[in-house]
């Protein structure tokens, strides 16, 4: 009984509802809470029973078809009722910026004019959309979604609830995305295989590209990829052509880093522990480069030419921070 009651209590058992129960809304993860990699896997993906996860591939079969398909998110939310909730990740377009909301779930849009729901997800366990953890730009239009509760990479082509699921459930808890430089790959940080995996834009299994922990991914101009983990070593570049990966902040100086974005010649880092955002350089020189308020949690992280943009949960908030004076808004 001892054993049944810690198994309960770190989310291994069942949690499918009774027949004929309405299906329990999953809580969001603590994003600052350094959990072991096992606790924060079950609580990302909401696999709370014995299933065993869906086997990867380290290298993709170049004569399988690839395994793309469209489905409908089930029982959307009200998005016309719905509040932001739970901000844990963004991505900028021009003037369109896309947040992750965990606990919504779903994908909100502001623009200058307006904030709305541009994917709703659904409060069912283990369906599409019901536990977003990351979202990317897609080069044609529209956005890339990673779905830790079905295990997959959507590209949402516009607004609504239809998806194209790209990898067949491939891969375990995609907590990272970026786009590489030519439009044609996006890249993915597995928590769950504490890996880095591609895939073609348009679907397909993944490939092995680095067995690097990311959390948060982010290119260079030079067509390096940059990650944060919550490891010792906590930034790493990677060389997506070679697939190798290079140690660049080791002895992790941050308290629980969360997101990553590089722009120009240097980086930015957020730190949930720490209130805080860091910035390095590509030769491992890192400093704090903001703390305290208005941040309490910030997470995920991205930029313009001019701009940070950092969403906070813990404010129900996303910040605009301009790189140059450091004064910093709200944008919801």
């Known amino acids: 009984m001892a054993t049944l009651a810690l198994l309960g209590a770190c989310g291994i058992l069942s949690a499918k509802p009774l027949v004929g129960q309405e299906p329990a809304v999953e809580q969001p993860a603590a994003e600052a809470e350094p959990a072991g990699e096992a606790q924060q896997a079950a609580d990302a993906s909401g696999e709370t029973d014995s299933e065993s996860p869906k086997p990867v591939q380290d290298q993709a079969d170049p004569?399988?078809?690839?395994?793309?398909?469209?489905?409908?998110?089930?029982s959307p939310i009200d998005a016309e009722q719905a509040k932001v909730t739970y901000p844990r990740a963004v991505a900028v377009a021009g003037e369109k910026l896309y947040i992750v909301d965990l606990d919504l779930p779903g994908i909100w849009?502001?623009?200058p004019d307006e904030l709305k729901v541009y994917t709703p997800g659904t409060k069912l366990l283990r369906k599409p959309v019901n536990r977003p953890w990351a979202v990317?730009?897609?080069?044609?239009?529209?956005?890339?979604?990673?779905?830790?509760?079905?295990?997959?990479?959507?590209?949402?082509?516009?607004?609504?609830t239809t998806l194209k699921a790209l990898n067949n459930g491939y891969l375990g808890i995609p907590m990272a995305l970026a786009v590489g430089p030519e439009g044609k790959t996006v890249y993915v940080g597995d928590a769950e295989r504490r890996a880095?995996?591609?895939?073609?834009?348009?679907?397909?299994?993944?490939?092995?590209?680095?067995?690097?922990?990311?959390?948060?991914?982010s290119f260079d101009a030079d067509g390096k990829l940059w990650a944060i983990t919550p490891d010792a070593d906590a930034v790493q570049r990677i060389d997506v052509d070679a697939k190798t990966a290079e140690a660049i902040i080791v002895e992790r100086p941050y308290q629980f880093p969360?997101?990553?974005?590089?722009?120009?010649?240097?980086?930015?880092?957020?730190?949930?522990?720490?209130?805080?955002?860091?910035?390095?350089?590509?030769?491992?020189?890192?400093?704090?480069?903001?703390?305290?308020?208005?941040?309490?949690?910030?997470?995920?992280?991205?930029?313009?030419?001019?701009?940070?943009?950092?969403?906070?949960?813990?404010?129900?908030?996303?910040?605009?921070?301009?790189?140059?004076?450091?004064?910093?808004?709200?944008?919801?």
């Not at 030769?283 to 943009?309: M, S």
Request: charged letters at 25%; hydrophobic letters at 40%.
């Open 63 to 74: 004569s399988a078809e690839p395994v793309v398909a469209e489905v409908e998110v089930p």
């Open 109 to 111: 849009l502001r623009t």
């Open 136 to 160: 990317a730009v897609h080069p044609d239009d529209g956005i890339l979604i990673g779905d830790s509760a079905s295990r997959e990479i959507y590209a949402a082509a516009g607004p609504g």
């Open 196 to 217: 880095v995996f591609r895939l073609p834009i348009d679907g397909g299994k993944p490939e092995l590209v680095a067995r690097v922990n990311a959390r948060g991914l």
């Open 258 to 332: 969360n997101g990553i974005v590089w722009v120009g010649d240097h980086g930015f880092v957020t730190d949930g522990y720490g209130k805080s955002i860091w910035k390095f350089t590509a030769d491992g020189q890192t400093e704090k480069w903001f703390e305290g308020e208005p941040l309490v949690n910030p997470v995920g992280i991205t930029a313009d030419d001019k701009f940070l943009y950092v969403a906070d949960p813990r404010k129900e908030q996303v910040f605009r921070f301009d790189r140059q004076s450091k004064q910093v808004e709200p944008l919801l």
